[in-house]
């Protein structure tokens, strides 16, 4: 008898004993979820630039200090998150940890103009350049330089600008005037100069790579990739002061800095589990009014325009403040959108279209139309484009992105002049040039280039988008 009872209570404490060590195992990697979520969602202006660097060396052959460049604008065989199809951008990434770097920015001139931003490596604006930048217009020698850098500096000829990171990244939009084409843009591309401070006498050629024909595609992708993005960030920055809570989060996931990132198993699979946690977290901020978007004529329609961080275009963008890093309002942000300027100006509005007039998200399988009216308020012109709710860019795919008035001679017009913009997998018989395919879920924005005035939408709206089939 006291043999049974000491066998029962044997078998007790070791059912206790492995259910308290099958606890303190589950804890484990539900701590290392919970930490790769919120890994992801302060890691996502750094990914979305890291993916720059990637795809240039992966799709084009190329790497740092190289000058990517198109001779026509974007089409889906292009990965970039919310780009426009009307603009031949040149875009790229530098590196400083060697030195100082001189950017060469050109001058205007009568046929091209370029507005675009350097960035660190966390997206956050170091300068613009252009006529709405620092060299107004002028043309410039940026000169790049690490806050850690130690050697001396010339003192005049130069933009200087102090970096906190190691990686910077650029992105400039042409503007064209006088009839200039997409061609000219291309040239003024190769205008830009890119070379070490060191080499000023006799500066390396810098490496021009033309994206316009291949399979570019930078976007983030939410699977292990993205924290081997993160992984790159951390080893090839320093470690902001303002960072440095995090570096502890990231070693229970195995990113360490100055160490090989060579993830478990289990820590791979919270990876995944964490992942998909705060990409839905980034998603919800991206969808729900009053977060990324607020209602652009509230009660009256279902337009949504862009809503920062309160503060943060007068800042220029850097989603800190003295108190704390605005981790949700800047992952909430870069979750869709790369290149915020340093100054953000008027010159561009958006408009954002996720639900239809029943108040329903846009889906790829129904049909869906939007009435553009003739007296849309632009001095240049407008444009709607298609973008893929799962990963922010265009439509892998599509034969067309997008439509805009540029091409008014070739849409089909209603009679008292607006056009009918249609959505949906396969177009309407006989409105074949009125249609933009989608075919999954999507989104539009809807963009004003040149608005008539700072208050447009006071004496004008665009009509909901209308599901049709």
């Not at 308290?20 to 990914?47: G, N």
């Not at 990409?279 to 920062?308: A, C």
Request: charged share 25%; net charge negative.
């Amino acid at each position: 008898m006291k043999k049974n009872i000491l066998l029962l209570f044997t078998s007790w404490f070791m059912i206790i004993a492995n259910c308290i060590h099958a606890q303190e195992k589950d804890i484990e990697y539900q701590i290392m979820v919970q930490r790769a979520s919120q890994a992801a969602i302060w890691a996502m202006p750094a990914v979305g630039l890291v993916d720059f660097k990637k795809a240039t060396r992966r799709d084009l052959g190329g790497d740092l200090n190289d000058v990517v460049y198109l001779t026509k604008p974007f089409d889906s065989k292009h990965g970039f998150l919310t780009a426009n199809d009307v603009t031949a951008y040149g875009w790229g990434n530098i590196a400083l940890e060697n030195g100082p770097m001189v950017v060469e920015v050109p001058a205007a001139s009568d046929k091209v103009s370029y507005f675009g931003s350097f960035l660190n490596a966390w997206q956050v604006p170091i300068e613009d350049i252009g006529p709405a930048g620092a060299d107004k217009g002028e043309g410039g020698k940026y000169l790049l330089v690490a806050n850690d850098y130690k050697g001396t500096l010339p003192q005049d000829g130069y933009i200087i600008r102090y970096v906190d990171t190691y990686r910077v990244g650029f992105s400039f939009r042409p503007r064209l005037y006088n009839g200039a084409t997409d061609k000219d843009a291309a040239e003024y591309a190769h205008q830009v100069k890119i070379y070490s401070l060191s080499e000023e006498s006799n500066p390396k050629e810098t490496n021009y790579l033309d994206a316009t024909n291949v399979s570019y595609n930078c976007l983030p992708v939410y699977d292990f990739t993205f924290f081997q993005d993160i992984n790159d960030v951390i080893q090839n920055n320093p470690v902001r002061p303002q960072d440095k809570a995090m570096m502890g989060i990231l070693k229970s996931i195995g990113i360490e800095k100055g160490k090989e990132f060579n993830p478990s198993d289990k820590q791979k699979k919270a990876m995944e589990e964490g992942l998909a946690l705060a990409y839905d977290y980034m998603q919800s901020l991206f969808t729900t009014p009053g977060k990324v978007i607020v209602e652009q004529w509230p009660g009256e329609s279902n337009w949504y325009r862009w809503n920062f961080t309160s503060g943060q275009p007068q800042l220029g963008f850097p989603y800190e403040t003295e108190n704390e890093v605005l981790i949700d309002g800047r992952a909430g942000a870069y979750f869709y959108i790369t290149y915020l300027p340093k100054y953000l100006g008027g010159g561009t509005y958006y408009l954002t279209g996720l639900r239809d007039k029943a108040g329903m998200f846009l889906n790829g399988e129904d049909t869906y139309k939007l009435r553009v009216p003739k007296d849309t308020p632009v001095k240049d012109f407008w444009s709607v484009i298609v973008y893929s709710m799962k990963t922010k860019g265009f439509i892998q795919g599509a034969e067309k992105v997008g439509l805009s008035s540029r091409q008014i001679d070739e849409l089909k017009k209603n009679k008292d002049g607006s056009v009918d913009i249609y959505f949906g997998p396969k177009p309407p018989k006989g409105l074949e040039s009125n249609w933009i395919p989608t075919g999954e879920d999507f989104f539009l924005l809807f963009r004003l280039y040149g608005p008539s005035s700072k208050d447009f939408y006071k004496s004008w709206s665009l009509d909901d988008i209308e599901k049709v089939k």
